[in-house]
């Protein structure tokens, strides 16, 4: 299936857009990842951002040269770059879900309760950060949620949040109405790994692993990716050691849209896995569902028969004649992994533009001034000297410097008509000059938006109900602009956990983070090394889980369980404004007596350990809290007649007459009883 490809400089190759089938030999397969790679990178070369993203790096790190001897370095950029991207990636979660079908509001509560412990575990702010950071400084940022195992593959199993840089992710066909990576026809994923990382993953393959030292780079962007690896692990400084240690890993995922047309069905991943399934050819007669309690067959039709209902993933590694794996892809959200990050998107950008290429000609201008102020006022400290020759009777006068201690200088004459400063008056530093970089960094911080991220701070310490429509005034369109763009990326990201959770942890690793009374009965079934349903709410009896296995395939289940569990919240990125009106209509509701309990309302507030109450839902939460502290305040009152310190007052302090405690005086402990009767502590008060 060839297609006629002209790129911009007026070359013409035939090639093939689409991916050849995996019984295609591995030389053609790795060919074709080779090509689509180039037409990749093409796309890249083509985007601003990557032609401004050397300057953009010498402005952002200060290098710069000129003609000045100062050597002052000023990087007022960076402060308020770090500012920028510490304020819009404050963070408290991932996600929250919930679910419309009763049957699955338990699961939807379990998934919230592990993805904070995932949340914890995997750092994930600080991995948002990265991607922001690689966004602001260099156009674009990505975040890549993957499961991996510890000790090179051997360990316990994690879901990580990779953060990417612009020329880690390769798109091809990226719909010019989105410019989302994720809607594009494949997209390949580069990684950097030691080789000794590489050889335990890819145990079958050491043999063949190449180190990039052994790899010549035979375009542009290849070539930069590599420079901006070795300048990410090892420095400024060329070593060797980084090519000899390190393997270029390469993660293809691909929209294959091949479809079954063999006649006979064909099983695709390996068999016990979680992407394992098996793919019905066109006109198949496959399990329908079940009406009447009954199941029923129907025809397969293309929709049925595609070989990668999600994605399919192939892993390389440059350098190899032979793919590492070709296959469907490992995680089932069918997604294109890379979420990607912009802060300063355009229509027509396929790529985000820098913040600090906006900036780049103040920041350079306040430099360049800075440090001739800095040269004018050193000079004037100890300016050139000009001296008469014919008053000293010739060039007899020593070089000296006049900020050594104990310089004395003897001549004839008065020593002003023989020595004179050379440097004009007019070169001096004035107000004006003060006043001009004032001016300058103003306009770096309005072309960064840092006026509005500070009225999002002072908005965090200073929110009040009445006063929340008005506080949000001044926050400027840039700083909401971004909130959006933000939010959304997030969303993406908390849509994959939610297929992530149920399909690489088990029961054992749930546990771990919940325990054991959070864990729904649903987990306990057939298949203990997934938390996926073992059968579908249609297929119970009399509301028990059936003894024979499930009809549903894996995959047909996981889909079921990810359409029925839905995304209500996602981090508010800019300080949490939505949420900050979420907790003053928690807290008013609460006062008026509405059915919610303290342990839906506190976590809102930021506490975290308060403890969980079972339900399902709100009311049943708010139920069960209120049993407790029923039961809690019975507890105490007994306790505290059994003390002592209960009942309605004796004579003189309560029903009886005369005044009540005073409690002026610190209260002290006595011991009553104990001739006849039991002895018991009491608490004498003022």
């Given at each position: 299936?060839?297609?006629?490809?002209?790129?911009?400089?007026?070359?013409?190759?035939?090639?093939?857009?689409?991916?050849?089938?995996?019984?295609?030999?591995?030389?053609?397969?790795?060919?074709?990842?080779?090509?689509?790679?180039?037409?990749?990178?093409?796309?890249?070369?083509?985007?601003?951002?990557?032609?401004?993203?050397?300057?953009?790096?010498?402005?952002?790190?200060?290098?710069?040269?000129?003609?000045?001897?100062?050597?002052?370095?000023?990087?007022?950029?960076?402060?308020?770059?770090?500012?920028?991207?510490?304020?819009?990636?404050?963070?408290?979660?991932?996600?929250?879900?919930?679910?419309?079908?009763?049957?699955?509001?338990?699961?939807?509560?379990?998934?919230?309760?592990?993805?904070?412990?995932?949340?914890?575990?995997?750092?994930?702010?600080?991995?948002?950060?990265?991607?922001?950071?690689?966004?602001?400084?260099?156009?674009?940022?990505?975040?890549?949620?993957?499961?991996?195992?510890?000790?090179?593959?051997?360990?316990?199993?994690?879901?990580?949040?990779?953060?990417?840089?612009?020329?880690?992710?390769?798109?091809?066909?990226?719909?010019?109405?989105?410019?989302?990576?994720?809607?594009?026809?494949?997209?390949?994923?580069?990684?950097?790994?030691?080789?000794?990382?590489?050889?335990?993953?890819?145990?079958?393959?050491?043999?063949?692993?190449?180190?990039?030292?052994?790899?010549?780079?035979?375009?542009?962007?290849?070539?930069?990716?590599?420079?901006?690896?070795?300048?990410?692990?090892?420095?400024?400084?060329?070593?060797?050691?980084?090519?000899?240690?390190?393997?270029?890993?390469?993660?293809?995922?691909?929209?294959?849209?091949?479809?079954?047309?063999?006649?006979?069905?064909?099983?695709?991943?390996?068999?016990?896995?979680?992407?394992?399934?098996?793919?019905?050819?066109?006109?198949?007669?496959?399990?329908g569902g079940i009406r009447g309690?009954?199941?029923?067959?129907?025809?397969?039709?293309?929709?049925?028969?595609?070989?990668?209902?999600?994605?399919?993933?192939?892993?390389?590694?440059?350098?190899?004649?032979?793919?590492?794996?070709?296959?469907?892809?490992?995680?089932?959200?069918?997604?294109?992994?890379?979420?990607?990050?912009?802060?300063?998107?355009?229509?027509?950008?396929?790529?985000?533009?820098?913040?600090?290429?906006?900036?780049?000609?103040?920041?350079?201008?306040?430099?360049?001034?800075?440090?001739?102020?800095?040269?004018?006022?050193?000079?004037?400290?100890?300016?050139?000297?000009?001296?008469?020759?014919?008053?000293?009777?010739?060039?007899?006068?020593?070089?000296?410097?006049?900020?050594?201690?104990?310089?004395?200088?003897?001549?004839?004459?008065?020593?002003?008509?023989?020595?004179?400063?050379?440097?004009?008056?007019?070169?001096?530093v004035k107000a004006e000059h003060?006043?001009?970089?004032?001016?300058?960094?103003?306009?770096?911080?309005?072309?960064?938006?840092?006026?509005?991220?500070?009225?999002?701070?002072?908005?965090?310490?200073?929110?009040?109900?009445?006063?929340?429509?008005?506080?949000?005034?001044?926050?400027?369109?840039?700083?909401?602009?971004?909130?959006?763009?933000?939010?959304?990326?997030?969303?993406?990201?908390?849509?994959?956990?939610?297929?992530?959770?149920?399909?690489?942890?088990?029961?054992?690793?749930?546990?771990?983070?919940?325990?054991?009374?959070?864990?729904?009965?649903?987990?306990?079934?057939?298949?203990?090394a997934s938390l996926v349903p073992?059968?579908?709410?249609?297929?119970?009896?009399?509301?028990?889980?059936?003894?024979?296995?499930?009809?549903?395939?894996?995959?047909?289940?996981?889909?079921?369980?990810?359409?029925?569990?839905?995304?209500?919240?996602?981090?508010?990125?800019?300080?949490?404004?939505?949420?900050?009106?979420?907790?003053?209509?928690?807290?008013?509701?609460?006062?008026?007596?509405?059915?919610?309990?303290?342990?839906?309302?506190?976590?809102?507030?930021?506490?975290?350990?308060?403890?969980?109450?079972?339900?399902?839902?709100?009311?049943?939460?708010?139920?069960?809290?209120?049993?407790?502290?029923?039961?809690?305040?019975?507890?105490?009152?007994?306790?505290?007649?059994?003390?002592?310190?209960?009942?309605?007052?004796?004579?003189?302090?309560?029903?009886?007459?005369?005044?009540?405690?005073?409690?002026?005086?610190?209260?002290?402990?006595?011991?009553?009883?104990?001739?006849?009767?039991?002895?018991?502590?009491?608490?004498?008060?003022?």
């Amino acid at each position: 299936m060839g297609t006629v490809i002209v790129n911009r400089h007026r070359e013409t190759k035939t090639t093939s857009w689409q991916a050849p089938p995996f019984t295609a030999s591995p030389e053609e397969r790795m060919g074709w990842i080779e090509e689509q790679i180039q037409e990749g990178e093409a796309w890249l070369e083509g985007q601003q951002a990557y032609k401004d993203l050397p300057q953009n790096l010498k402005i952002f790190n200060a290098i710069f040269r000129d003609k000045t001897k100062s050597t002052l370095v000023s990087n007022g950029l960076k402060y308020d770059i770090r500012k920028f991207v510490e304020t819009i990636s404050e963070v408290r979660e991932i996600g929250t879900y919930s679910s419309d079908a009763p049957q699955f509001k338990p699961f939807a509560e379990m998934i919230n309760k592990v993805a904070k412990g995932v949340y914890l575990e995997s750092a994930f702010p600080r991995s948002i950060r990265k991607a922001l950071q690689f966004s602001t400084v260099m156009g674009r940022g990505y975040l890549w949620p993957n499961c991996s195992a510890d000790n090179y593959g051997y360990g316990e199993r994690r879901i990580n949040f990779r953060a990417l840089g612009p020329l880690d992710v390769v798109p091809v066909q990226i719909p010019p109405l989105t410019n989302d990576v994720q809607d594009a026809y494949m997209t390949t994923i580069y990684v950097y790994m030691p080789i000794a990382e590489a050889h335990g993953r890819f145990p079958l393959f050491q043999s063949s692993l190449v180190p990039m030292s052994a790899i010549s780079y035979d375009s542009r962007v290849a070539a930069r990716r590599a420079d901006s690896a070795e300048l990410l692990h090892y420095g400024d400084q060329p070593s060797r050691n980084f090519g000899d240690l390190y393997c270029e890993i390469r993660f293809s995922f691909i929209r294959d849209i091949s479809l079954n047309t063999s006649g006979a069905e064909m099983p695709m991943g390996d068999p016990g896995t979680s992407w394992f399934y098996k793919v019905p050819y066109i006109g198949q007669d496959i399990f329908g569902g079940i009406r009447g309690g009954q199941p029923f067959m129907r025809k397969a039709v293309a929709e049925n028969c595609r070989i990668y209902p999600f994605l399919r993933e192939i892993i390389s590694s440059r350098g190899m004649t032979t793919p590492m794996y070709d296959g469907p892809q490992f995680d089932q959200h069918g997604c294109m992994p890379e979420v990607q990050y912009d802060v300063d998107d355009w229509a027509w950008e396929g790529m985000g533009r820098s913040l600090v290429g906006d900036v780049g000609s103040i920041e350079t201008t306040k430099r360049k001034i800075e440090r001739q102020v800095d040269q004018v006022i050193t000079t004037t400290l100890n300016p050139p000297m000009g001296y008469d020759r014919t008053s000293t009777g010739g060039p007899k006068i020593e070089n000296f410097d006049i900020f050594e201690q104990n310089v004395r200088a003897g001549m004839d004459g008065e020593p002003s008509k023989v020595f004179q400063s050379l440097l004009p008056e007019t070169v001096q530093v004035k107000a004006e000059h003060f006043k001009f970089l004032e001016m300058l960094a103003a306009m770096r911080k309005e072309q960064l938006g840092i006026n509005d991220l500070g009225n999002l701070a002072n908005l965090k310490m200073n929110l009040s109900g009445d006063s929340l429509d008005k506080a949000l005034e001044p926050i400027g369109p840039i700083a909401k602009g971004i909130a959006a763009g933000m939010e959304a990326a997030n969303a993406k990201v908390a849509y994959m956990l939610k297929f992530m959770i149920p399909q690489w942890f088990d029961t054992k690793r749930v546990i771990e983070y919940i325990g054991p009374d959070n864990v729904t009965q649903e987990v306990f079934d057939f298949d203990p090394a997934s938390l996926v349903p073992s059968h579908m709410p249609d297929e119970y009896v009399n509301g028990q889980v059936p003894s024979s296995p499930s009809q549903y395939a894996q995959i047909e289940r996981i889909r079921r369980l990810g359409k029925n569990i839905r995304l209500i919240s996602v981090p508010s990125t800019l300080l949490r404004i939505t949420q900050r009106d979420e907790q003053l209509k928690l807290m008013t509701l609460k006062k008026q007596g509405a059915p919610i309990g303290w342990c839906d309302i506190l976590p809102k507030l930021g506490i975290e350990n308060y403890g969980d109450v079972k339900g399902n839902t709100v009311r049943e939460r708010w139920m069960a809290e209120t049993v407790q502290e029923l039961e809690f305040k019975a507890k105490l009152a007994l306790a505290m007649q059994q003390m002592g310190l209960g009942g309605e007052g004796g004579e003189g302090q309560g029903k009886g007459g005369g005044r009540p405690n005073s409690n002026k005086k610190s209260p002290k402990q006595f011991q009553k009883g104990g001739a006849g009767g039991e002895p018991r502590t009491g608490i004498k008060t003022s």
